[in-house]
């Protein structure tokens, strides 16, 4: 188990017992501001945690009681990072933040993690709720206002729709804007 803290620290909890939780190993720190967001891989190997310092950081924790940095803060957001969320297969973490906007980022290896396209702005108030369905095409983003917007993060269904928008042309140039880290492939079939 993990909790943030608002003095900036995480700690890891031995639970094992519920009633007599016990701390893992000492105070983990880094961040400069309180932490608000934390969530584990799904093979429990990494945590990530999102700060009001407009961060996200990544830890291994393969041994709670020597948790260590994988790689420098994760940054792009300009206010807290208030929601956390790994896909199912922990390759994919999406962060929600006070700044209205959801980033994805690709963490299949965490010390190397980058950030995937540009920031999603999907309504006014957003991010503070992040949830991939069971198979990651999806991702659920709430405000906590009644309602969920539901994002495809399904390649074939972008590439289906950005085809039949520009009318099967994609330049170079508007590839670069959306798809920085993939090599132009003319998707449309031309």
Known sequence: LASGSADNTIRLWKVTDPR??????????????????????????????GSDDNTVRLWDVTDPRRTTRLRSPLTGHTDAIVSLSFSRDGSTLAS?????????????????????????????KTGNFLSFSPHSRMLGVSSGADTVRLWSLDVDEAVRRICSMSRGVLTPEKWDEYLPRLSYSPPCGR
């Open 20 to 49: 007599h939780a016990t701390p893992r190993g000492a105070p983990v720190t880094g961040h400069l501001g309180p932490v608000n967001a934390l969530v584990f891989t799904p093979d429990g190997q990494t945590l990530a945690s």
């Open 96 to 124: 929600g933040g006070n700044d209205n906007t959801v980033r994805l980022w690709d963490v299949t290896v965490p010390a190397k993690a980058a950030s995937i396209g540009q920031s999603l702005s999907p309504n006014a």
